[in-house]
Every structure is written in structure tokens, then in C-alpha cells.
């Protein structure tokens, strides 16, 4: 009985030293676990603040970059606004200058129309001028004739004369209308009267010169010695002997047709072509300056055809004069003005 009772209780104690380990064990475990959990909860709240502190920073740098952001809208929207009402001005402006294209193309048809009239009032005060002209030169005639001026009868004889033997060269009958003398086919010789006591010889420049040249030609040479010898059988009713040159408005490429370089250039062209004639009837014709005063001068392009002596004339006439191919076909010439004694 004993020995079971001993075995027993020894036993129980083995349980009861096994429990209290046990328990000893878990006690530890659990403590070890508690405080490991508290170790992780700590480094988790550590964390979750870090995390927090970057979620804030990160909430402060995008707040920032909002506001940067609206900065710059507000500043695109402005910009926008800006540049809306610069298109709507442009187009009030584009309206507007449109407007007054349409008023000066008005004004400008107008203008032209009040110039095309002008021009034609032009020509007509011009051809009433020459109207004029020819009276007067009738009356100082019929003065004359009166006796109530000089006697210039032998003035008016010595030029009809000289006229007529010239035409007679060319097989060409002279009329009271008629003072022209074709010479070829696009070119003619005319014998005019300027004042009672001068006479003018025009001769064309196609008809002795070549264009742009101041070199006579064979068949100006021959021109020229006809007239030539008509002047000098006259010598002795004959004064004075000015031979003109005259040229319109064309220059070289190279110079503008309102420069003073292309002035000089037809002044000199018209002086080379006078200075030619004069030496001609010099040297081939015997016609001695020193006994007839004879001189060569050069008007360039300054005197169109159609100016006389008491025109009051600007540069942009004379450009009016010279703007087509007739007109300048006549400005281009050389004259003999004969003066004749009394």
C-alpha cells in the first residue's frame, strides 16, 4: 500500500514539477512574445510616423506645385485674354484698313479721271497755243506788210527761198501748209519759221545719227551736204548760225531716267552730236566760223519740242513730254537756226 502511495505521489510531483516548467516556459514565451510585439508596434508607430512625416511633405511639395500651377494658368488665361482682344483688334484694324483701301482706290480712279480730263485740256490750250501763235505771226506780217513795223521783206524772201531750194533737192513741192520734207520712210526734214528774223532747219536724229551714237552717218553725211550747200549759197543774207543739239529723256540701265547722271548723259550726247554737225559744215563744207558766226550748243533732254521761250517748264513736264516712243522720236533731234540779216 505504501510503495503505491509512494509511487503516487511521485508521480504527482513529476506532473506538478512538468506543469511548472511548462508554465515557467510559456510564461517566458508569452513575455518573450510581448515584448517582441511591443518591439514591432514601437518600430510600427516609428514607421507609421516616418510615413506620415513623408506623406506630409509630400502633401506640402504637391500643394506647392498647385499653386505653381495656378500661377501659371492664371497667367495663360491672362495671356489668352490678351491675345483675344490683339485678334479682335487686328481684325477691327484689317476692317478698317480695308475701308480705306476702298476709299483710296475711289479717290485714286477719281484722280485719274480728273487727270486724263486735265491732260485732254492740256492738248487742247496747247493746240489753241499754237493757234495763237500762228495769228500772231500772221499780224506781225501783215504789220510789216502795213508799214508799220522794219522791213523784214527780204528776211521773209531769203527763207522761203532756202526752203524751197531744199525741197527741190529732195523732189519735193512746197506749200504755204507743208514744211516738212521726206527724206525716208520714217523720217523727214522740216524747214520752219520760229521768230520774223529766225529760221530753224530740224532735222531728226535717226536721220543722221545712229542711236546712242554721235558718229554721223553715210547717209546723214550726205543729208547734211545737201542742206549744207543750200546754207552756204546763202551766206551772205545769213547772220548767225546755231546748230542745237537736243535729246529726250532715255538713258542707260544703268542710270535712272530722273538721275542727274542720266541728264548729264543726253547733254553730253546732244553736245557730241552738235559739236559733229558744226565741225562738218566747218571743215567738209568750208563754211568758216570766222567769217559767219556759226556755234554749237546742247539743250540735252531740257527743251521738248513743243517748249518755246516763254514756257514756264518743270522736270516733270518735260517727263510728260518724253512718255511715249512719238514724242520722244521727236525730241530726239539737231536744228540749224539761221538768223538773217536785215
Same mark, same amino acid.
Given at each position: ?51 506620415? +512625416? ?7 511639395? &504637391?500643394?506647392? #506645385? /498647385? *499653386?505653381? $500651377? =495656378?500661377? %501659371? @494658368?492664371?497667367? !495663360? ?10 485678334? +479682335? ?7 478698317? &484698313?480695308?475701308? #480705306? /483701301? *476702298?476709299? $483710296? =482706290?475711289? %479717290? @485714286?480712279?477719281? !484722280? ?19 493757234? &495763237? ?210
Amino acid at each position: 500500500m505504501f510503495n503505491d502511495d509512494a509511487e503516487s505521489n511521485v508521480s504527482w510531483i513529476g506532473f506538478s514539477d512538468l506543469f511548472f516548467h511548462l508554465f515557467i516556459f510559456f510564461f517566458i514565451v508569452f513575455i518573450v512574445v510581448k515584448i517582441s510585439a511591443m518591439e514591432a508596434i514601437k518600430n510600427n508607430n516609428l514607421y507609421t510616423a516616418q510615413l506620415e +512625416q513623408e506623406y506630409n511633405q509630400e502633401i506640402d511639395y &504637391l500643394n506647392i #506645385q /498647385i *499653386k505653381a $500651377l =495656378e500661377a %501659371k @494658368l492664371a497667367a !495663360c488665361m491672362e495671356k489668352v485674354a490678351i491675345c483675344e482682344f490683339s485678334t +479682335q483688334q487686328m481684325s477691327d484694324d484689317k476692317t478698317e &484698313l480695308q475701308l #480705306q /483701301i *476702298k476709299i $483710296l =482706290e475711289t %479717290k @485714286l480712279q477719281s !484722280c485719274q479721271s480728273n487727270l486724263q480730263e486735265c491732260q485732254i485740256s492740256l492738248n487742247a490750250y496747247q493746240e489753241d497755243n499754237k493757234k &495763237l501763235k500762228y495769228r500772231l505771226r500772221k499780224y506781225k506780217n501783215l504789220v510789216k506788210y502795213e508799214g508799220y513795223g522794219p522791213d523784214t521783206s527780204k528776211v521773209e524772201t531769203n527763207k522761203i527761198e532756202l526752203f524751197q531750194q531744199i525741197a527741190m533737192n529732195y523732189n519735193f513741192v512746197a506749200t504755204e501748209d507743208e514744211r516738212c520734207i521726206p527724206i525716208l520712210e520714217d523720217d523727214s526734214l522740216c524747214v520752219e519759221d520760229t521768230t520774223l528774223q529766225e529760221q530753224t532747219i530740224s532735222f531728226g536724229s535717226s536721220v543722221l545719227f545712229t542711236s546712242g551714237r554721235a558718229k554721223l552717218k553715210v547717209r546723214g553725211r550726205d543729208i547734211l551736204t545737201t542742206v549744207g550747200n543750200v546754207i552756204r549759197n546763202k551766206l551772205p543774207v545769213i547772220q548767225e548760225i546755231q546748230i542745237q543739239g537736243h535729246a529726250d529723256t532715255t538713258a542707260p540701265r544703268q542710270y535712272d531716267i530722273d538721275s542727274q547722271q542720266s541728264q548729264k548723259y543726253n547733254l553730253k550726247l546732244a553736245s557730241e552730236r552738235a559739236l559733229e554737225v558744226f565741225l562738218f559744215l566747218k571743215e567738209q563744207l568750208a563754211i568758216n566760223p570766222a567769217e559767219v558766226l556759226m556755234s554749237a550748243t546742247s539743250f540735252g533732254s531740257y527743251k521738248p519740242v513743243t517748249r518755246t521761250a516763254e514756257d514756264k517748264y518743270t522736270w516733270e513736264r518735260i517727263r510728260l513730254e518724253n512718255d511715249d516712243d512719238d514724242k520722244k522720236q521727236l525730241n530726239r533731234r539737231i536744228e540749224i537756226v539761221l538768223t538773217y540779216r536785215r
